[in-house]
């Protein structure tokens, strides 16, 4: 059975940053390239970044570009998401997710696996 479960949200200021880790169980976590989503309310799930199963290989939105960085540990099966200068539009329920193969992957129906959310809420 796998399991994904993330970790670090929270609330912070504009400008400020985070790092939400996302550790994932069940199957072999290095074959397998994750994503960050994110929901803000009453708006669909959209893409954040995705890394590649070796982690050599990344993709960001537009609107977070030059701001967020994803990486992982396949040591520890775990990866991450580090958010630095946060915006208020980034305020919203963040979601990883592991997918079905090993390239990047931007679109949620390229994932089998997600984790229940974590809120980041920035506050001016």
């Known amino acids: 059975q796998v399991h994904v479960v993330e970790s670090g949200g929270g609330l912070v200021q504009a400008g400020g940053s985070l790092r939400l880790s996302c550790a994932a169980s069940?199957?072999?976590?290095?074959?397998?390239?994750m994503g960050w989503f994110r929901q803000a309310p009453g708006k669909e799930r959209d893409f954040v970044a995705t890394?590649?199963?070796?982690?050599?290989?990344?993709d960001y939105a537009d609107s977070v570009k030059g701001r967020f960085t994803i990486s992982r540990d396949n040591a520890k099966n775990t990866m991450y998401l580090q958010m630095n200068s946060l915006k208020l539009e980034d305020t919203a329920v963040y979601y990883c997710?592991?997918?079905?193969?090993?390239?990047?992957?931007?679109?949620?129906?390229?994932?089998?696996?997600w984790g229940q959310g974590t809120q980041v809420t920035v506050s001016s």
């Open positions: 997710a592991q997918a079905y193969g090993g390239s990047l992957s931007t679109r949620p129906f390229e994932y089998g696996y």
């Open positions: 069940g199957r072999t976590f290095s074959m397998y390239a």
């Open positions: 890394i590649s199963r070796s982690g050599g290989g990344t």
